[in-house]
């Protein structure tokens, strides 16, 4: 300790105990005493051996900030630490930690700015970010080797954000007396180590991030923690067009290959077209009947950047007549406008998909996942805004595209995951990669100065009704939209236990597939365009075979050949068109052979 330094003044055990376990005033069912049990179950387990490093995974929306303040106010009242620093990943959530804090009588500064040196004599500690951290690492490890310091890591995944964040963390960090590590996604998609998480083998030798204490989100609904999750599913035909100017058509969610299923799910996040407009639509229309049973219901849409998300917030205006809340990023003032929305009852809030991990509204209880983001961490987070418990029965519904990465993850919403490390490659195998999505929304250009001669463009898009994913669960089948059918579903009540929502979801798809039983006949319904594509480049690809038995040209040399003459990309990108034009092509040469 230096000789200037004078500690801040003593907190008490009785802050511990004025702490709310529900911060802030959102008691729900679960609790026991002054904290839930789950909160009582893991300090129980710190203070077994009161370690160095301590890591507590519990889903989001469980109370992970009073466990940590709790464990806070222990340490400071027993003059084990004197100093606490708290590290989040957005300016936002700093105010709500100093907010939090101040609830239970410690003090901290979430004003404090690197240029600032030392910090304020009244104060316990301060609230600071991962970036400003990393911005001047030794400034923070001289504060944190000043005195006994516990240090909290919220959502401790943002420290493998980037290698020199890592770095950062690590050098700021290692003198510290204590260090608590929290997290609502104990996960990454790529192999960065996060640090002080311990990595332990398993049983095929992979590394795996080893919690100390695990509250998972299977758990947290049976305690009545947290809400039960709807996942509505909506399809829908997709046109656009390629750099190529090639247009393409497919049904979005349909076998197909990663790259046309990214420029699916591009198209139907369009803001010009009917899917978005549909979806939207009918997230409303879900608003208004929750809003019956929770009038300050609030709805979230997650866009992908700041440019859809403005084209959004427009479509809502003209669908509700009154403009939604709009955060972009951590934009000044981004935090009063989440803290009005937050104390309002207004309906609609905007953000992109950057700054969902910041958004903490109690009230939100229907959310769009419009964004092209398809890894596990950033859906966990993203579906954490909404799961939080304010009272028994109620429920979240979250509107999705009906593409298989997002439907994946929707039915493994309880799946507990670990980080692991000694990966081959950084993301899911199962999942498509964002890269994919992310390189469909930039423009691409030619090399060499040669611009493409077209650029994307999302043609057309149609939706219908598709699903209700519920706990692994599938309900319903495709209906039009606004449709008896669909309007079922979206009327379910914003109040149900969660046995209760097994039951209403059966009872609603045996309504459902009774009116489709009742109905005349109509025509057959045209062949799904997957299977006809599929269909398609089987029988081409049988052709192209024969073709090469009789000529003896590789099947390459032949393909080549059918693009050159007939036009168009690859077998995989190619449309029902363009491959019939190569079929009938090869039917003629062969029957002149």
Same mark, same amino acid.
């Given at each position: ?49 009161e370690p160095r490093d301590f890591l507590a995974a519990a889903t989001p929306g469980a109370g992970k900030t009073t466990f940590a303040l709790r464990l806070a106010t222990e340490l400071l009242a027993r003059r084990t630490v004197d100093r606490v620093m708290v590290v989040a990943p957005t300016e936002h959530l700093k105010k709500q930690w100093a907010d939090a804090a101040h609830r239970v009588g ?10 600032? $040196? ?6 316990? $500690? ?56 929290? +997290? ?20 095929? $030798? ?17 305690? $009545? ?72 219901a609030g709805g979230l849409v997650i866009a992908t950047d700041q440019t859809t998300a403005r084209a959004y917030a427009a479509l809502l205006h003209q669908i509700t007549g009154s403009p939604p809340t709009v955060v972009l990023s951590d934009e000044a003032g981004a935090s009063d406008r989440i803290e009005t929305f937050s104390r309002g009852d207004s309906r609609w809030l905007v953000a992109v ?17 419009? +964004? ?33 990465p997002i439907l994946r993850l929707a039915n493994e919403l309880e799946r507990e995951r670990d980080h692991a490390l000694d990966r081959e490659g950084a993301g899911d195998g199962e999942l498509l990669d964002d890269s994919l999505v992310d390189d469909a929304n930039r423009e691409e250009k030619a090399s060499d100065d040669l611009l493409a001669e077209y650029t994307f463009a999302a043609l057309d898009? +149609? ?87 009789? +000529? ?42």
């Amino acid at each position: 300790m230096t000789a200037s330094f004078r500690a801040a003044p003593h907190v008490g055990t009785f802050a511990a105990e004025h702490l709310s376990p529900s911060y802030p005033e959102r008691a729900a069912r679960g609790t026991a005493g002054r904290l839930r049990a789950w909160q009582a179950e893991a300090l129980d387990r710190y203070f077994e051996s009161e370690p160095r490093d301590f890591l507590a995974a519990a889903t989001p929306g469980a109370g992970k900030t009073t466990f940590a303040l709790r464990l806070a106010t222990e340490l400071l009242a027993r003059r084990t630490v004197d100093r606490v620093m708290v590290v989040a990943p957005t300016e936002h959530l700093k105010k709500q930690w100093a907010d939090a804090a101040h609830r239970v009588g410690i003090r901290l500064d979430p004003a404090f700015s690197n240029s600032s $040196g030392a910090i304020a004599r009244a104060f316990h $500690g301060v609230a600071v970010t991962y970036a400003q951290v990393a911005a001047k690492p030794y400034l923070h490890q001289t504060l944190t080797d000043q005195v006994r310091t516990l240090v909290i890591l919220d959502e401790v995944h943002h420290g493998g954000d980037a290698l020199s964040w890592g770095e950062a963390i690590r050098d700021a960090y290692s003198g510290a007396t204590r260090r608590l590590s929290l +997290t609502g996604t104990p996960f990454r998609s790529d192999t960065a180590p996060i640090p002080f998480v311990r990595y332990e083998p398993n049983d095929e $030798g992979i590394r795996m991030s080893a919690t100390d204490y695990t509250y998972g989100y299977g758990r947290a609904l049976r305690d $009545g923690v947290v809400r039960p999750v709807l996942f509505m599913s909506y399809a829908g035909r997709m046109r656009w067009r390629t750099t190529t100017g090639d247009e393409m058509e497919a049904v979005l969610g349909q076998d197909d290959t990663a790259d046309v299923t990214s420029q699916a799910w591009r198209t139907a996040l369009d803001p010009e077209g009917q899917w978005m407009r549909g979806v939207l639509e009918a997230a409303d229309r879900r608003l208004t009947e929750v809003r019956h049973h929770v009038p300050d219901a609030g709805g979230l849409v997650i866009a992908t950047d700041q440019t859809t998300a403005r084209a959004y917030a427009a479509l809502l205006h003209q669908i509700t007549g009154s403009p939604p809340t709009v955060v972009l990023s951590d934009e000044a003032g981004a935090s009063d406008r989440i803290e009005t929305f937050s104390r309002g009852d207004s309906r609609w809030l905007v953000a992109v998909r950057m700054v969902s991990e910041g958004v903490d509204v109690p009230r939100l209880c229907v959310g769009v996942y419009a +964004t092209s983001a398809s890894t596990p961490l950033f859906f966990a987070q993203a579906i954490g805004r909404f799961v939080r418990a304010r009272r028994r029965g109620e429920t979240a519904s979250i509107f999705i595209p009906s593409v298989k990465p997002i439907l994946r993850l929707a039915n493994e919403l309880e799946r507990e995951r670990d980080h692991a490390l000694d990966r081959e490659g950084a993301g899911d195998g199962e999942l498509l990669d964002d890269s994919l999505v992310d390189d469909a929304n930039r423009e691409e250009k030619a090399s060499d100065d040669l611009l493409a001669e077209y650029t994307f463009a999302a043609l057309d898009s +149609t939706v219908t009704f598709d699903k209700v994913v519920y706990e692994g669960a599938e309900f319903g089948q495709q209906a039009e939209v606004g449709s008896l059918e669909e309007l079922d579903f979206l009327g379910l009540p914003g109040i149900l236990e969660p046995d209760e929502v097994h039951e209403l979801l059966r009872h609603r798809q045996a309504r459902q597939a009774r009116r489709v039983a009742e109905r005349p006949p109509t025509a057959p319904a045209p062949e799904p365009l997957y299977r006809s594509l599929k269909e398609q480049r089987s029988l081409l690809n049988s052709l192209v075979g024969l073709r090469a038995k009789l +000529t003896g040209q590789p099947h390459g040399h032949i393909h080549a050949e059918l693009r050159r003459v007939c036009g168009g990309p690859a077998v995989g990108q190619a449309t029902v068109a363009q491959l019939q034009a190569r079929i009938d092509l090869l039917r003629r040469q062969m029957q002149s052979h």
